[in-house]
């Protein structure tokens, strides 16, 4: 299979919200988009002969979002699949020749954030390839900044595209990702990285907190340093740098209220009931508003 941008669907709201990104990603690529269907009989001991059953389902269910997209991307190529298998499984395996692979978030409310439902976190913790994470509300005009008149339109240019970056162990698949994707859409990079606050004593006991000064300005030289290649690289991406001080994710959660895009990335974890997410990840995305890619990396 060439690449492509996979999306899963299963017909609800968060998955057809995941698939209108991805077929809006995947014209930004100038790749075709191939659509997942998953369906597992035995996991709900069900008989053999329900299979047929969940085929026609499956079939509908592809055949409605394909034509849908299709109204809305006439110049997109549309593929699809389904698979009696697992959703992860068949996920992971039709994901191997895909550049991103995107799939729904439930929203819950305002405050308690988004259900990252045991796909999407079974994904974000096996993958080798980016995942993206859309919530069920999502509208392509979200992602642009308003009007004048304060409306939303898909005519204003793009909201930031956020990434978190760890300055003290950047990887070059999380940098490339979020430059190509600000670039993509002509956007500005709000690169989120941490600070260490001056020692609390100093503030304590009156004194000049000149190591904390010290300390910050050289994360910001190791920002510098950091970015300097991407720079270069994509001399058309505007970048603004945001140290953050104290938690990392909730200030990324905040910056996703007015992102397009957040990008963070993923290290092996693993712990005793197999691969994990870590904290920061993991509170992105349950409670980021924007889109949110995770990209692994060792």
């Known amino acids: 299979m060439p690449r492509n941008v996979t999306a899963g669907v299963d017909g609800s709201p968060e998955s057809l919200a995941a698939a209108e990104w991805a077929a809006h990603e995947a014209e930004l690529r100038g790749l075709p988009l191939h659509l997942v269907h998953a369906w597992d009989w035995q996991r709900h001991a069900q008989p053999v002969p329900a299979e047929p059953a969940h085929r026609h389902r499956g ?3 592809l055949r409605e979002a394909a034509e849908r997209l299709r109204l809305g991307h006439p110049d997109l190529e549309v593929t699809s699949e389904q698979a009696a298998l697992p959703p992860v499984t068949a996920l992971l395996a039709a994901s191997e020749d895909a550049d991103a692979l995107v799939v729904g ?6 405050v308690a ?7 999407g976190l079974g994904l974000v913790a096996r993958t080798d390839r980016p995942v993206v994470l859309v919530r069920s509300d999502a509208r392509p005009e979200d992602e642009h900044r308003p009007d004048a008149d304060g409306r939303l339109s898909t005519a204003t240019p793009y909201r930031d595209v956020v990434l978190g970056l760890d300055h003290e162990r950047p990887d070059d698949s999380v940098l490339a990702f979020a430059f190509e994707a600000a670039s993509r859409r002509g956007a500005r990079l709000r690169v989120v990285h941490g600070a260490s606050l001056p020692p609390s004593s100093a503030y304590d006991l009156g004194v000049d907190p000149g190591p904390g000064d010290e300390l910050s300005r050289e994360e910001a030289s190791a920002v510098t340093g950091v970015l300097a290649p991407w720079r270069e690289k994509f001399p058309g991406v505007d970048i603004v740098e945001q140290a953050a001080i ?12 007015d992102a397009s895009l957040v990008v963070v990335g993923r290290r092996p974890l693993h712990g005793r009931l197999g691969a994990r997410i870590g904290p920061v990840t993991h509170a992105v995305l349950h409670h980021a508003t924007a889109p949110v890619v995770v990209v692994p990396h060792d």
């Not at 978030?105 to 305002?110: E, F, L, M």
């Not at 104290?246 to 910056?255: C, F, Q, R, T």
Request: proline share 4%; charged share 15%; glycine share 24%.
């Open 59 to 61: 079939g509908r269910v």
């Open 113 to 119: 954030g988004f259900l990252v439902g045991s796909v």
């Open 105 to 110: 978030s439930r929203g819950v409310s305002g």
């Open 246 to 257: 104290g938690d990392p994710a909730g200030h990324l959660v905040d910056a996703a209220a």
